[in-house]
């Protein structure tokens, strides 16, 4: 059975980092894209970042390009995001997903920027 | 980049109704589009890739269609457990767009 599963979620206060991590059970890790999908209060589904099976590629969001960044521990069935020059409309519940067409999520870690 | 758009952008439909949604993208993106079902408080769950394929362990009332611009979900005859949100994604080309969603409620 295919797992996904994030941790890693809090309130911080703008302008401050975060590290979500995702952990992967259930299927080869490292022959797969994977990728970060969030999601603000009451609004629709916005994609984040995505990486390729060995981490040479990836991709970034225009809202997050520059402040977050994408990796991958093939070794430790992990992906990760770090989450720098946080921002009040950063505020989401973030899913890590498995494939560039998100075949399977993860339940979601919510991460509020606030002051 | 990709825009995608979704109509309609939410419907009211009866138990045993087809349900069409459409998912447009601002250039072609051939086959690479996906569909999701999100219910509220959950994670979304993938219903179709690769425009038509079924997802193991959807159900057949569940398909789609389309390629290039223009896709199509379709939901052959609506159950209460059908009633959520709907989105498309393309997956053909950086960034990676979702559609705004197609909520479906009951009539």
């Known amino acids: 059975e295919v797992q996904l599963v994030e941790s890693g979620g809090d309130l911080v206060q703008p302008g401050g980092s975060l590290r979500l991590s995702c952990v992967a059970s259930g299927f080869r890790f490292n022959s797969q894209w994977l990728s970060w999908v969030r999601q603000a209060p009451g609004k629709g589904l916005e994609w984040v970042a995505s990486i390729k099976q060995d981490g040479s590629g990836k991709s970034y969001g225009d809202s997050v390009k520059g402040r977050f960044t994408i990796s991958r521990d093939n070794a430790r069935n992990s992906l990760y995001l770090q989450m720098n020059s946080l921002r009040v409309e950063d505020t989401a519940v973030y899913y890590c997903?498995?494939?560039?067409?998100?075949?399977?999520w993860g339940q979601g870690i919510l991460v509020t920027v606030s002051s | 980049d990709i825009q995608m758009t979704q109509s309609p952008s939410s419907l009211s439909a009866s138990v045993g109704d087809r349900v069409t949604i459409t998912c447009r993208a601002s250039q072609g993106i051939s086959n690479y589009l996906a569909w999701f079902q999100q219910k509220p408080g959950k994670a979304p769950k993938s219903l179709i890739y690769?425009?038509?394929s079924l997802q193991s362990g959807v159900p057949s009332k569940f398909s789609g269609s389309g390629s290039g611009t223009d896709f199509t979900l379709t939901i052959s005859s609506l159950q209460p457990e059908d009633f959520a949100t709907y989105y498309c994604?393309?997956?053909?080309?950086?960034?990676?767009?979702f559609g705004p969603g197609t909520k479906v409620d009951i009539k």
């Open positions: 997903a498995r494939g560039a067409g998100c075949d399977y």
């Open positions: 690769a425009a038509s």
């Open positions: 994604q393309q997956y053909y080309s950086y960034p990676f767009a």
